[in-house]
Every structure is written in structure tokens, then in C-alpha cells.
């Protein structure tokens, strides 16, 4: 089975920086558009960034000039840069991709289980 698999959450003082990673395993024959999301406690989960497989990206008003999106196909991995983090942006990240498995003709939405992101004032 494909599989998302996010790391790099964690506590971090306001003003810090982490760097969030997303690992795509399985079967997998190609992945198409892959984003972050977030979801704060008791609120929506909302998209942060997204990446097209040609490297295209867009960014939540609200981050942009701070996070940073990025891929590497050759890995099935995706980044996302955060500084001058905010308590605002606390919650639970997770990853998610478009792709199709091998030998199987549809395309298929996969999440990652989230990793949760804590900035202290």
C-alpha cells in the first residue's frame, strides 16, 4: 500500500524555524500535485502551500514570505521551509498527494497521519 509519512514537527519559540518533510513509499507510479495542510484546534483544516510536479507553488496569504515549498521527484519527497514562525501557526501538519499506483489506472488522494508544529510565546 502508498503511504505518506510527514516528520520534522515540533516545539519551537516563536520567531524559530522548522523544516517539515513528506515521504511518499509504495507502489507508486507517479505523483501529481502535493500540498501541506493544517489544522488548528477547533478550527478547519486549511491548505497552507502547494507544489505541482513541474514545481509550480502557491501559498496561503497568511505564510506567505515566510514558508517555503519544495519537492524532490527523484525521492517522492516534499519540504516546507517555515521561519519567523508564529503561535498562529500552530496545529497539525499534513501532507497530501495526488497520485496513481503502479499497475492501476486511477488517480487516488493520499494523507499523511500529521505532525504537530508548537510555537511558545
Known amino acids: 500500500q502508498v503511504q505518506l509519512v510527514e516528520s520534522g514537527g515540533g516545539l519551537v519559540q516563536a520567531g524559530g524555524s522548522l523544516r517539515l518533510s513528506c515521504a511518499a513509499s509504495g507502489r507508486i507510479f507517479s505523483i501529481n500535485d502535493m500540498g501541506w495542510y493544517r489544522q488548528a484546534p477547533g478550527k478547519q483544516r486549511e491548505l497552507v502551500a502547494a507544489i505541482t510536479s513541474n514545481g509550480r507553488t502557491n501559498y496561503a496569504d497568511s505564510v506567505k514570505g515566510r514558508f517555503t515549498i519544495s519537492r524532490d521527484n527523484a525521492k517522492n519527497t516534499m519540504y516546507m521551509q517555515m521561519n519567523s514562525l508564529k503561535p498562529e501557526d500552530i496545529g497539525v501538519y499534513y501532507c497530501?498527494?495526488?497520485?496513481?499506483?503502479?499497475?492501476?489506472?486511477?488517480?487516488?488522494?493520499?494523507w499523511g497521519q500529521g505532525t504537530q508544529v508548537t510555537v511558545s510565546s
Open positions: 497530501n498527494a495526488e497520485l496513481r499506483r503502479k499497475f492501476y489506472p486511477d488517480w487516488e488522494v493520499i
